[in-house]
Each structure stands twice: as structure tokens, then as C-alpha cells.
């Protein structure tokens, strides 16, 4: 199992993302962004306990990243849009 959080550029990306994976059934809560990471708007998404592949967004362009959670303050960029 893994955790991860995605980061947005506006809190409309990141609440059309949390709708998108409870759609797909998976655990998604909104939250601040933890302060290891940065994000343009300040609220992510945080996927827990994800036992098969990520869904691909269907709006990638509101997305800023995508990191797995690999212990406290310490991740692996999955993906960012630049």
C-alpha cells in the first residue's frame, strides 16, 4: 500500500481531483499542504492506503505535482507540471 498527495494550482483543480478518486473508490481527503512540499494554491489531495495504479486526471493541467509519501517529510516526485 501506498500514500500519496497530489498538489494543484487552484483549489478548483484540487476539489475536482478529490471527486475524481472517491468516484474511482479511493480513500482522497483535502488538506493543507504539508510545509515539506510547496503548492501554488495550498490545498492537496492526500490518496492513503492506494493498493493498485493511480487513475490518470482527467484535467492534468490543473495538476502541479504528484508525489508518493516514503516516510515523515520524505517523498518521490511521481509527476510535475511545469
Same mark, same amino acid.
Given at each position: @500500500?501506498?500514500?500519496? &498527495? #497530489? ?7 484540487? @476539489?475536482?481531483?478529490?471527486? !475524481? @478518486? ?8 483535502? @488538506?493543507? =499542504?504539508?510545509?515539506?512540499?510547496? #503548492?501554488?494554491?495550498?490545498?492537496? =489531495?492526500?490518496?492513503?492506503? $492506494? ?10 493541467? !490543473? $495538476?502541479? #505535482? &504528484?508525489? !508518493? ?7 518521490? &516526485? ?5
Amino acid at each position: @500500500m501506498a500514500d500519496y &498527495i #497530489s498538489t494543484f494550482f487552484s483549489h478548483f483543480g484540487a @476539489m475536482r481531483y478529490k471527486k !475524481e @478518486m472517491d468516484q474511482a473508490g479511493l480513500n482522497a481527503v483535502l @488538506m493543507p =499542504v504539508p510545509r515539506f512540499l510547496s #503548492s501554488s494554491c495550498g490545498t492537496c =489531495v492526500k490518496l492513503s492506503d $492506494v493498493t493498485r495504479t493511480l487513475p490518470a486526471p482527467t484535467h492534468p493541467d !490543473e $495538476v502541479e #505535482s &504528484i508525489v !508518493e509519501l516514503s516516510g515523515p517529510d520524505q517523498f518521490t &516526485i511521481l509527476f510535475r507540471n511545469h
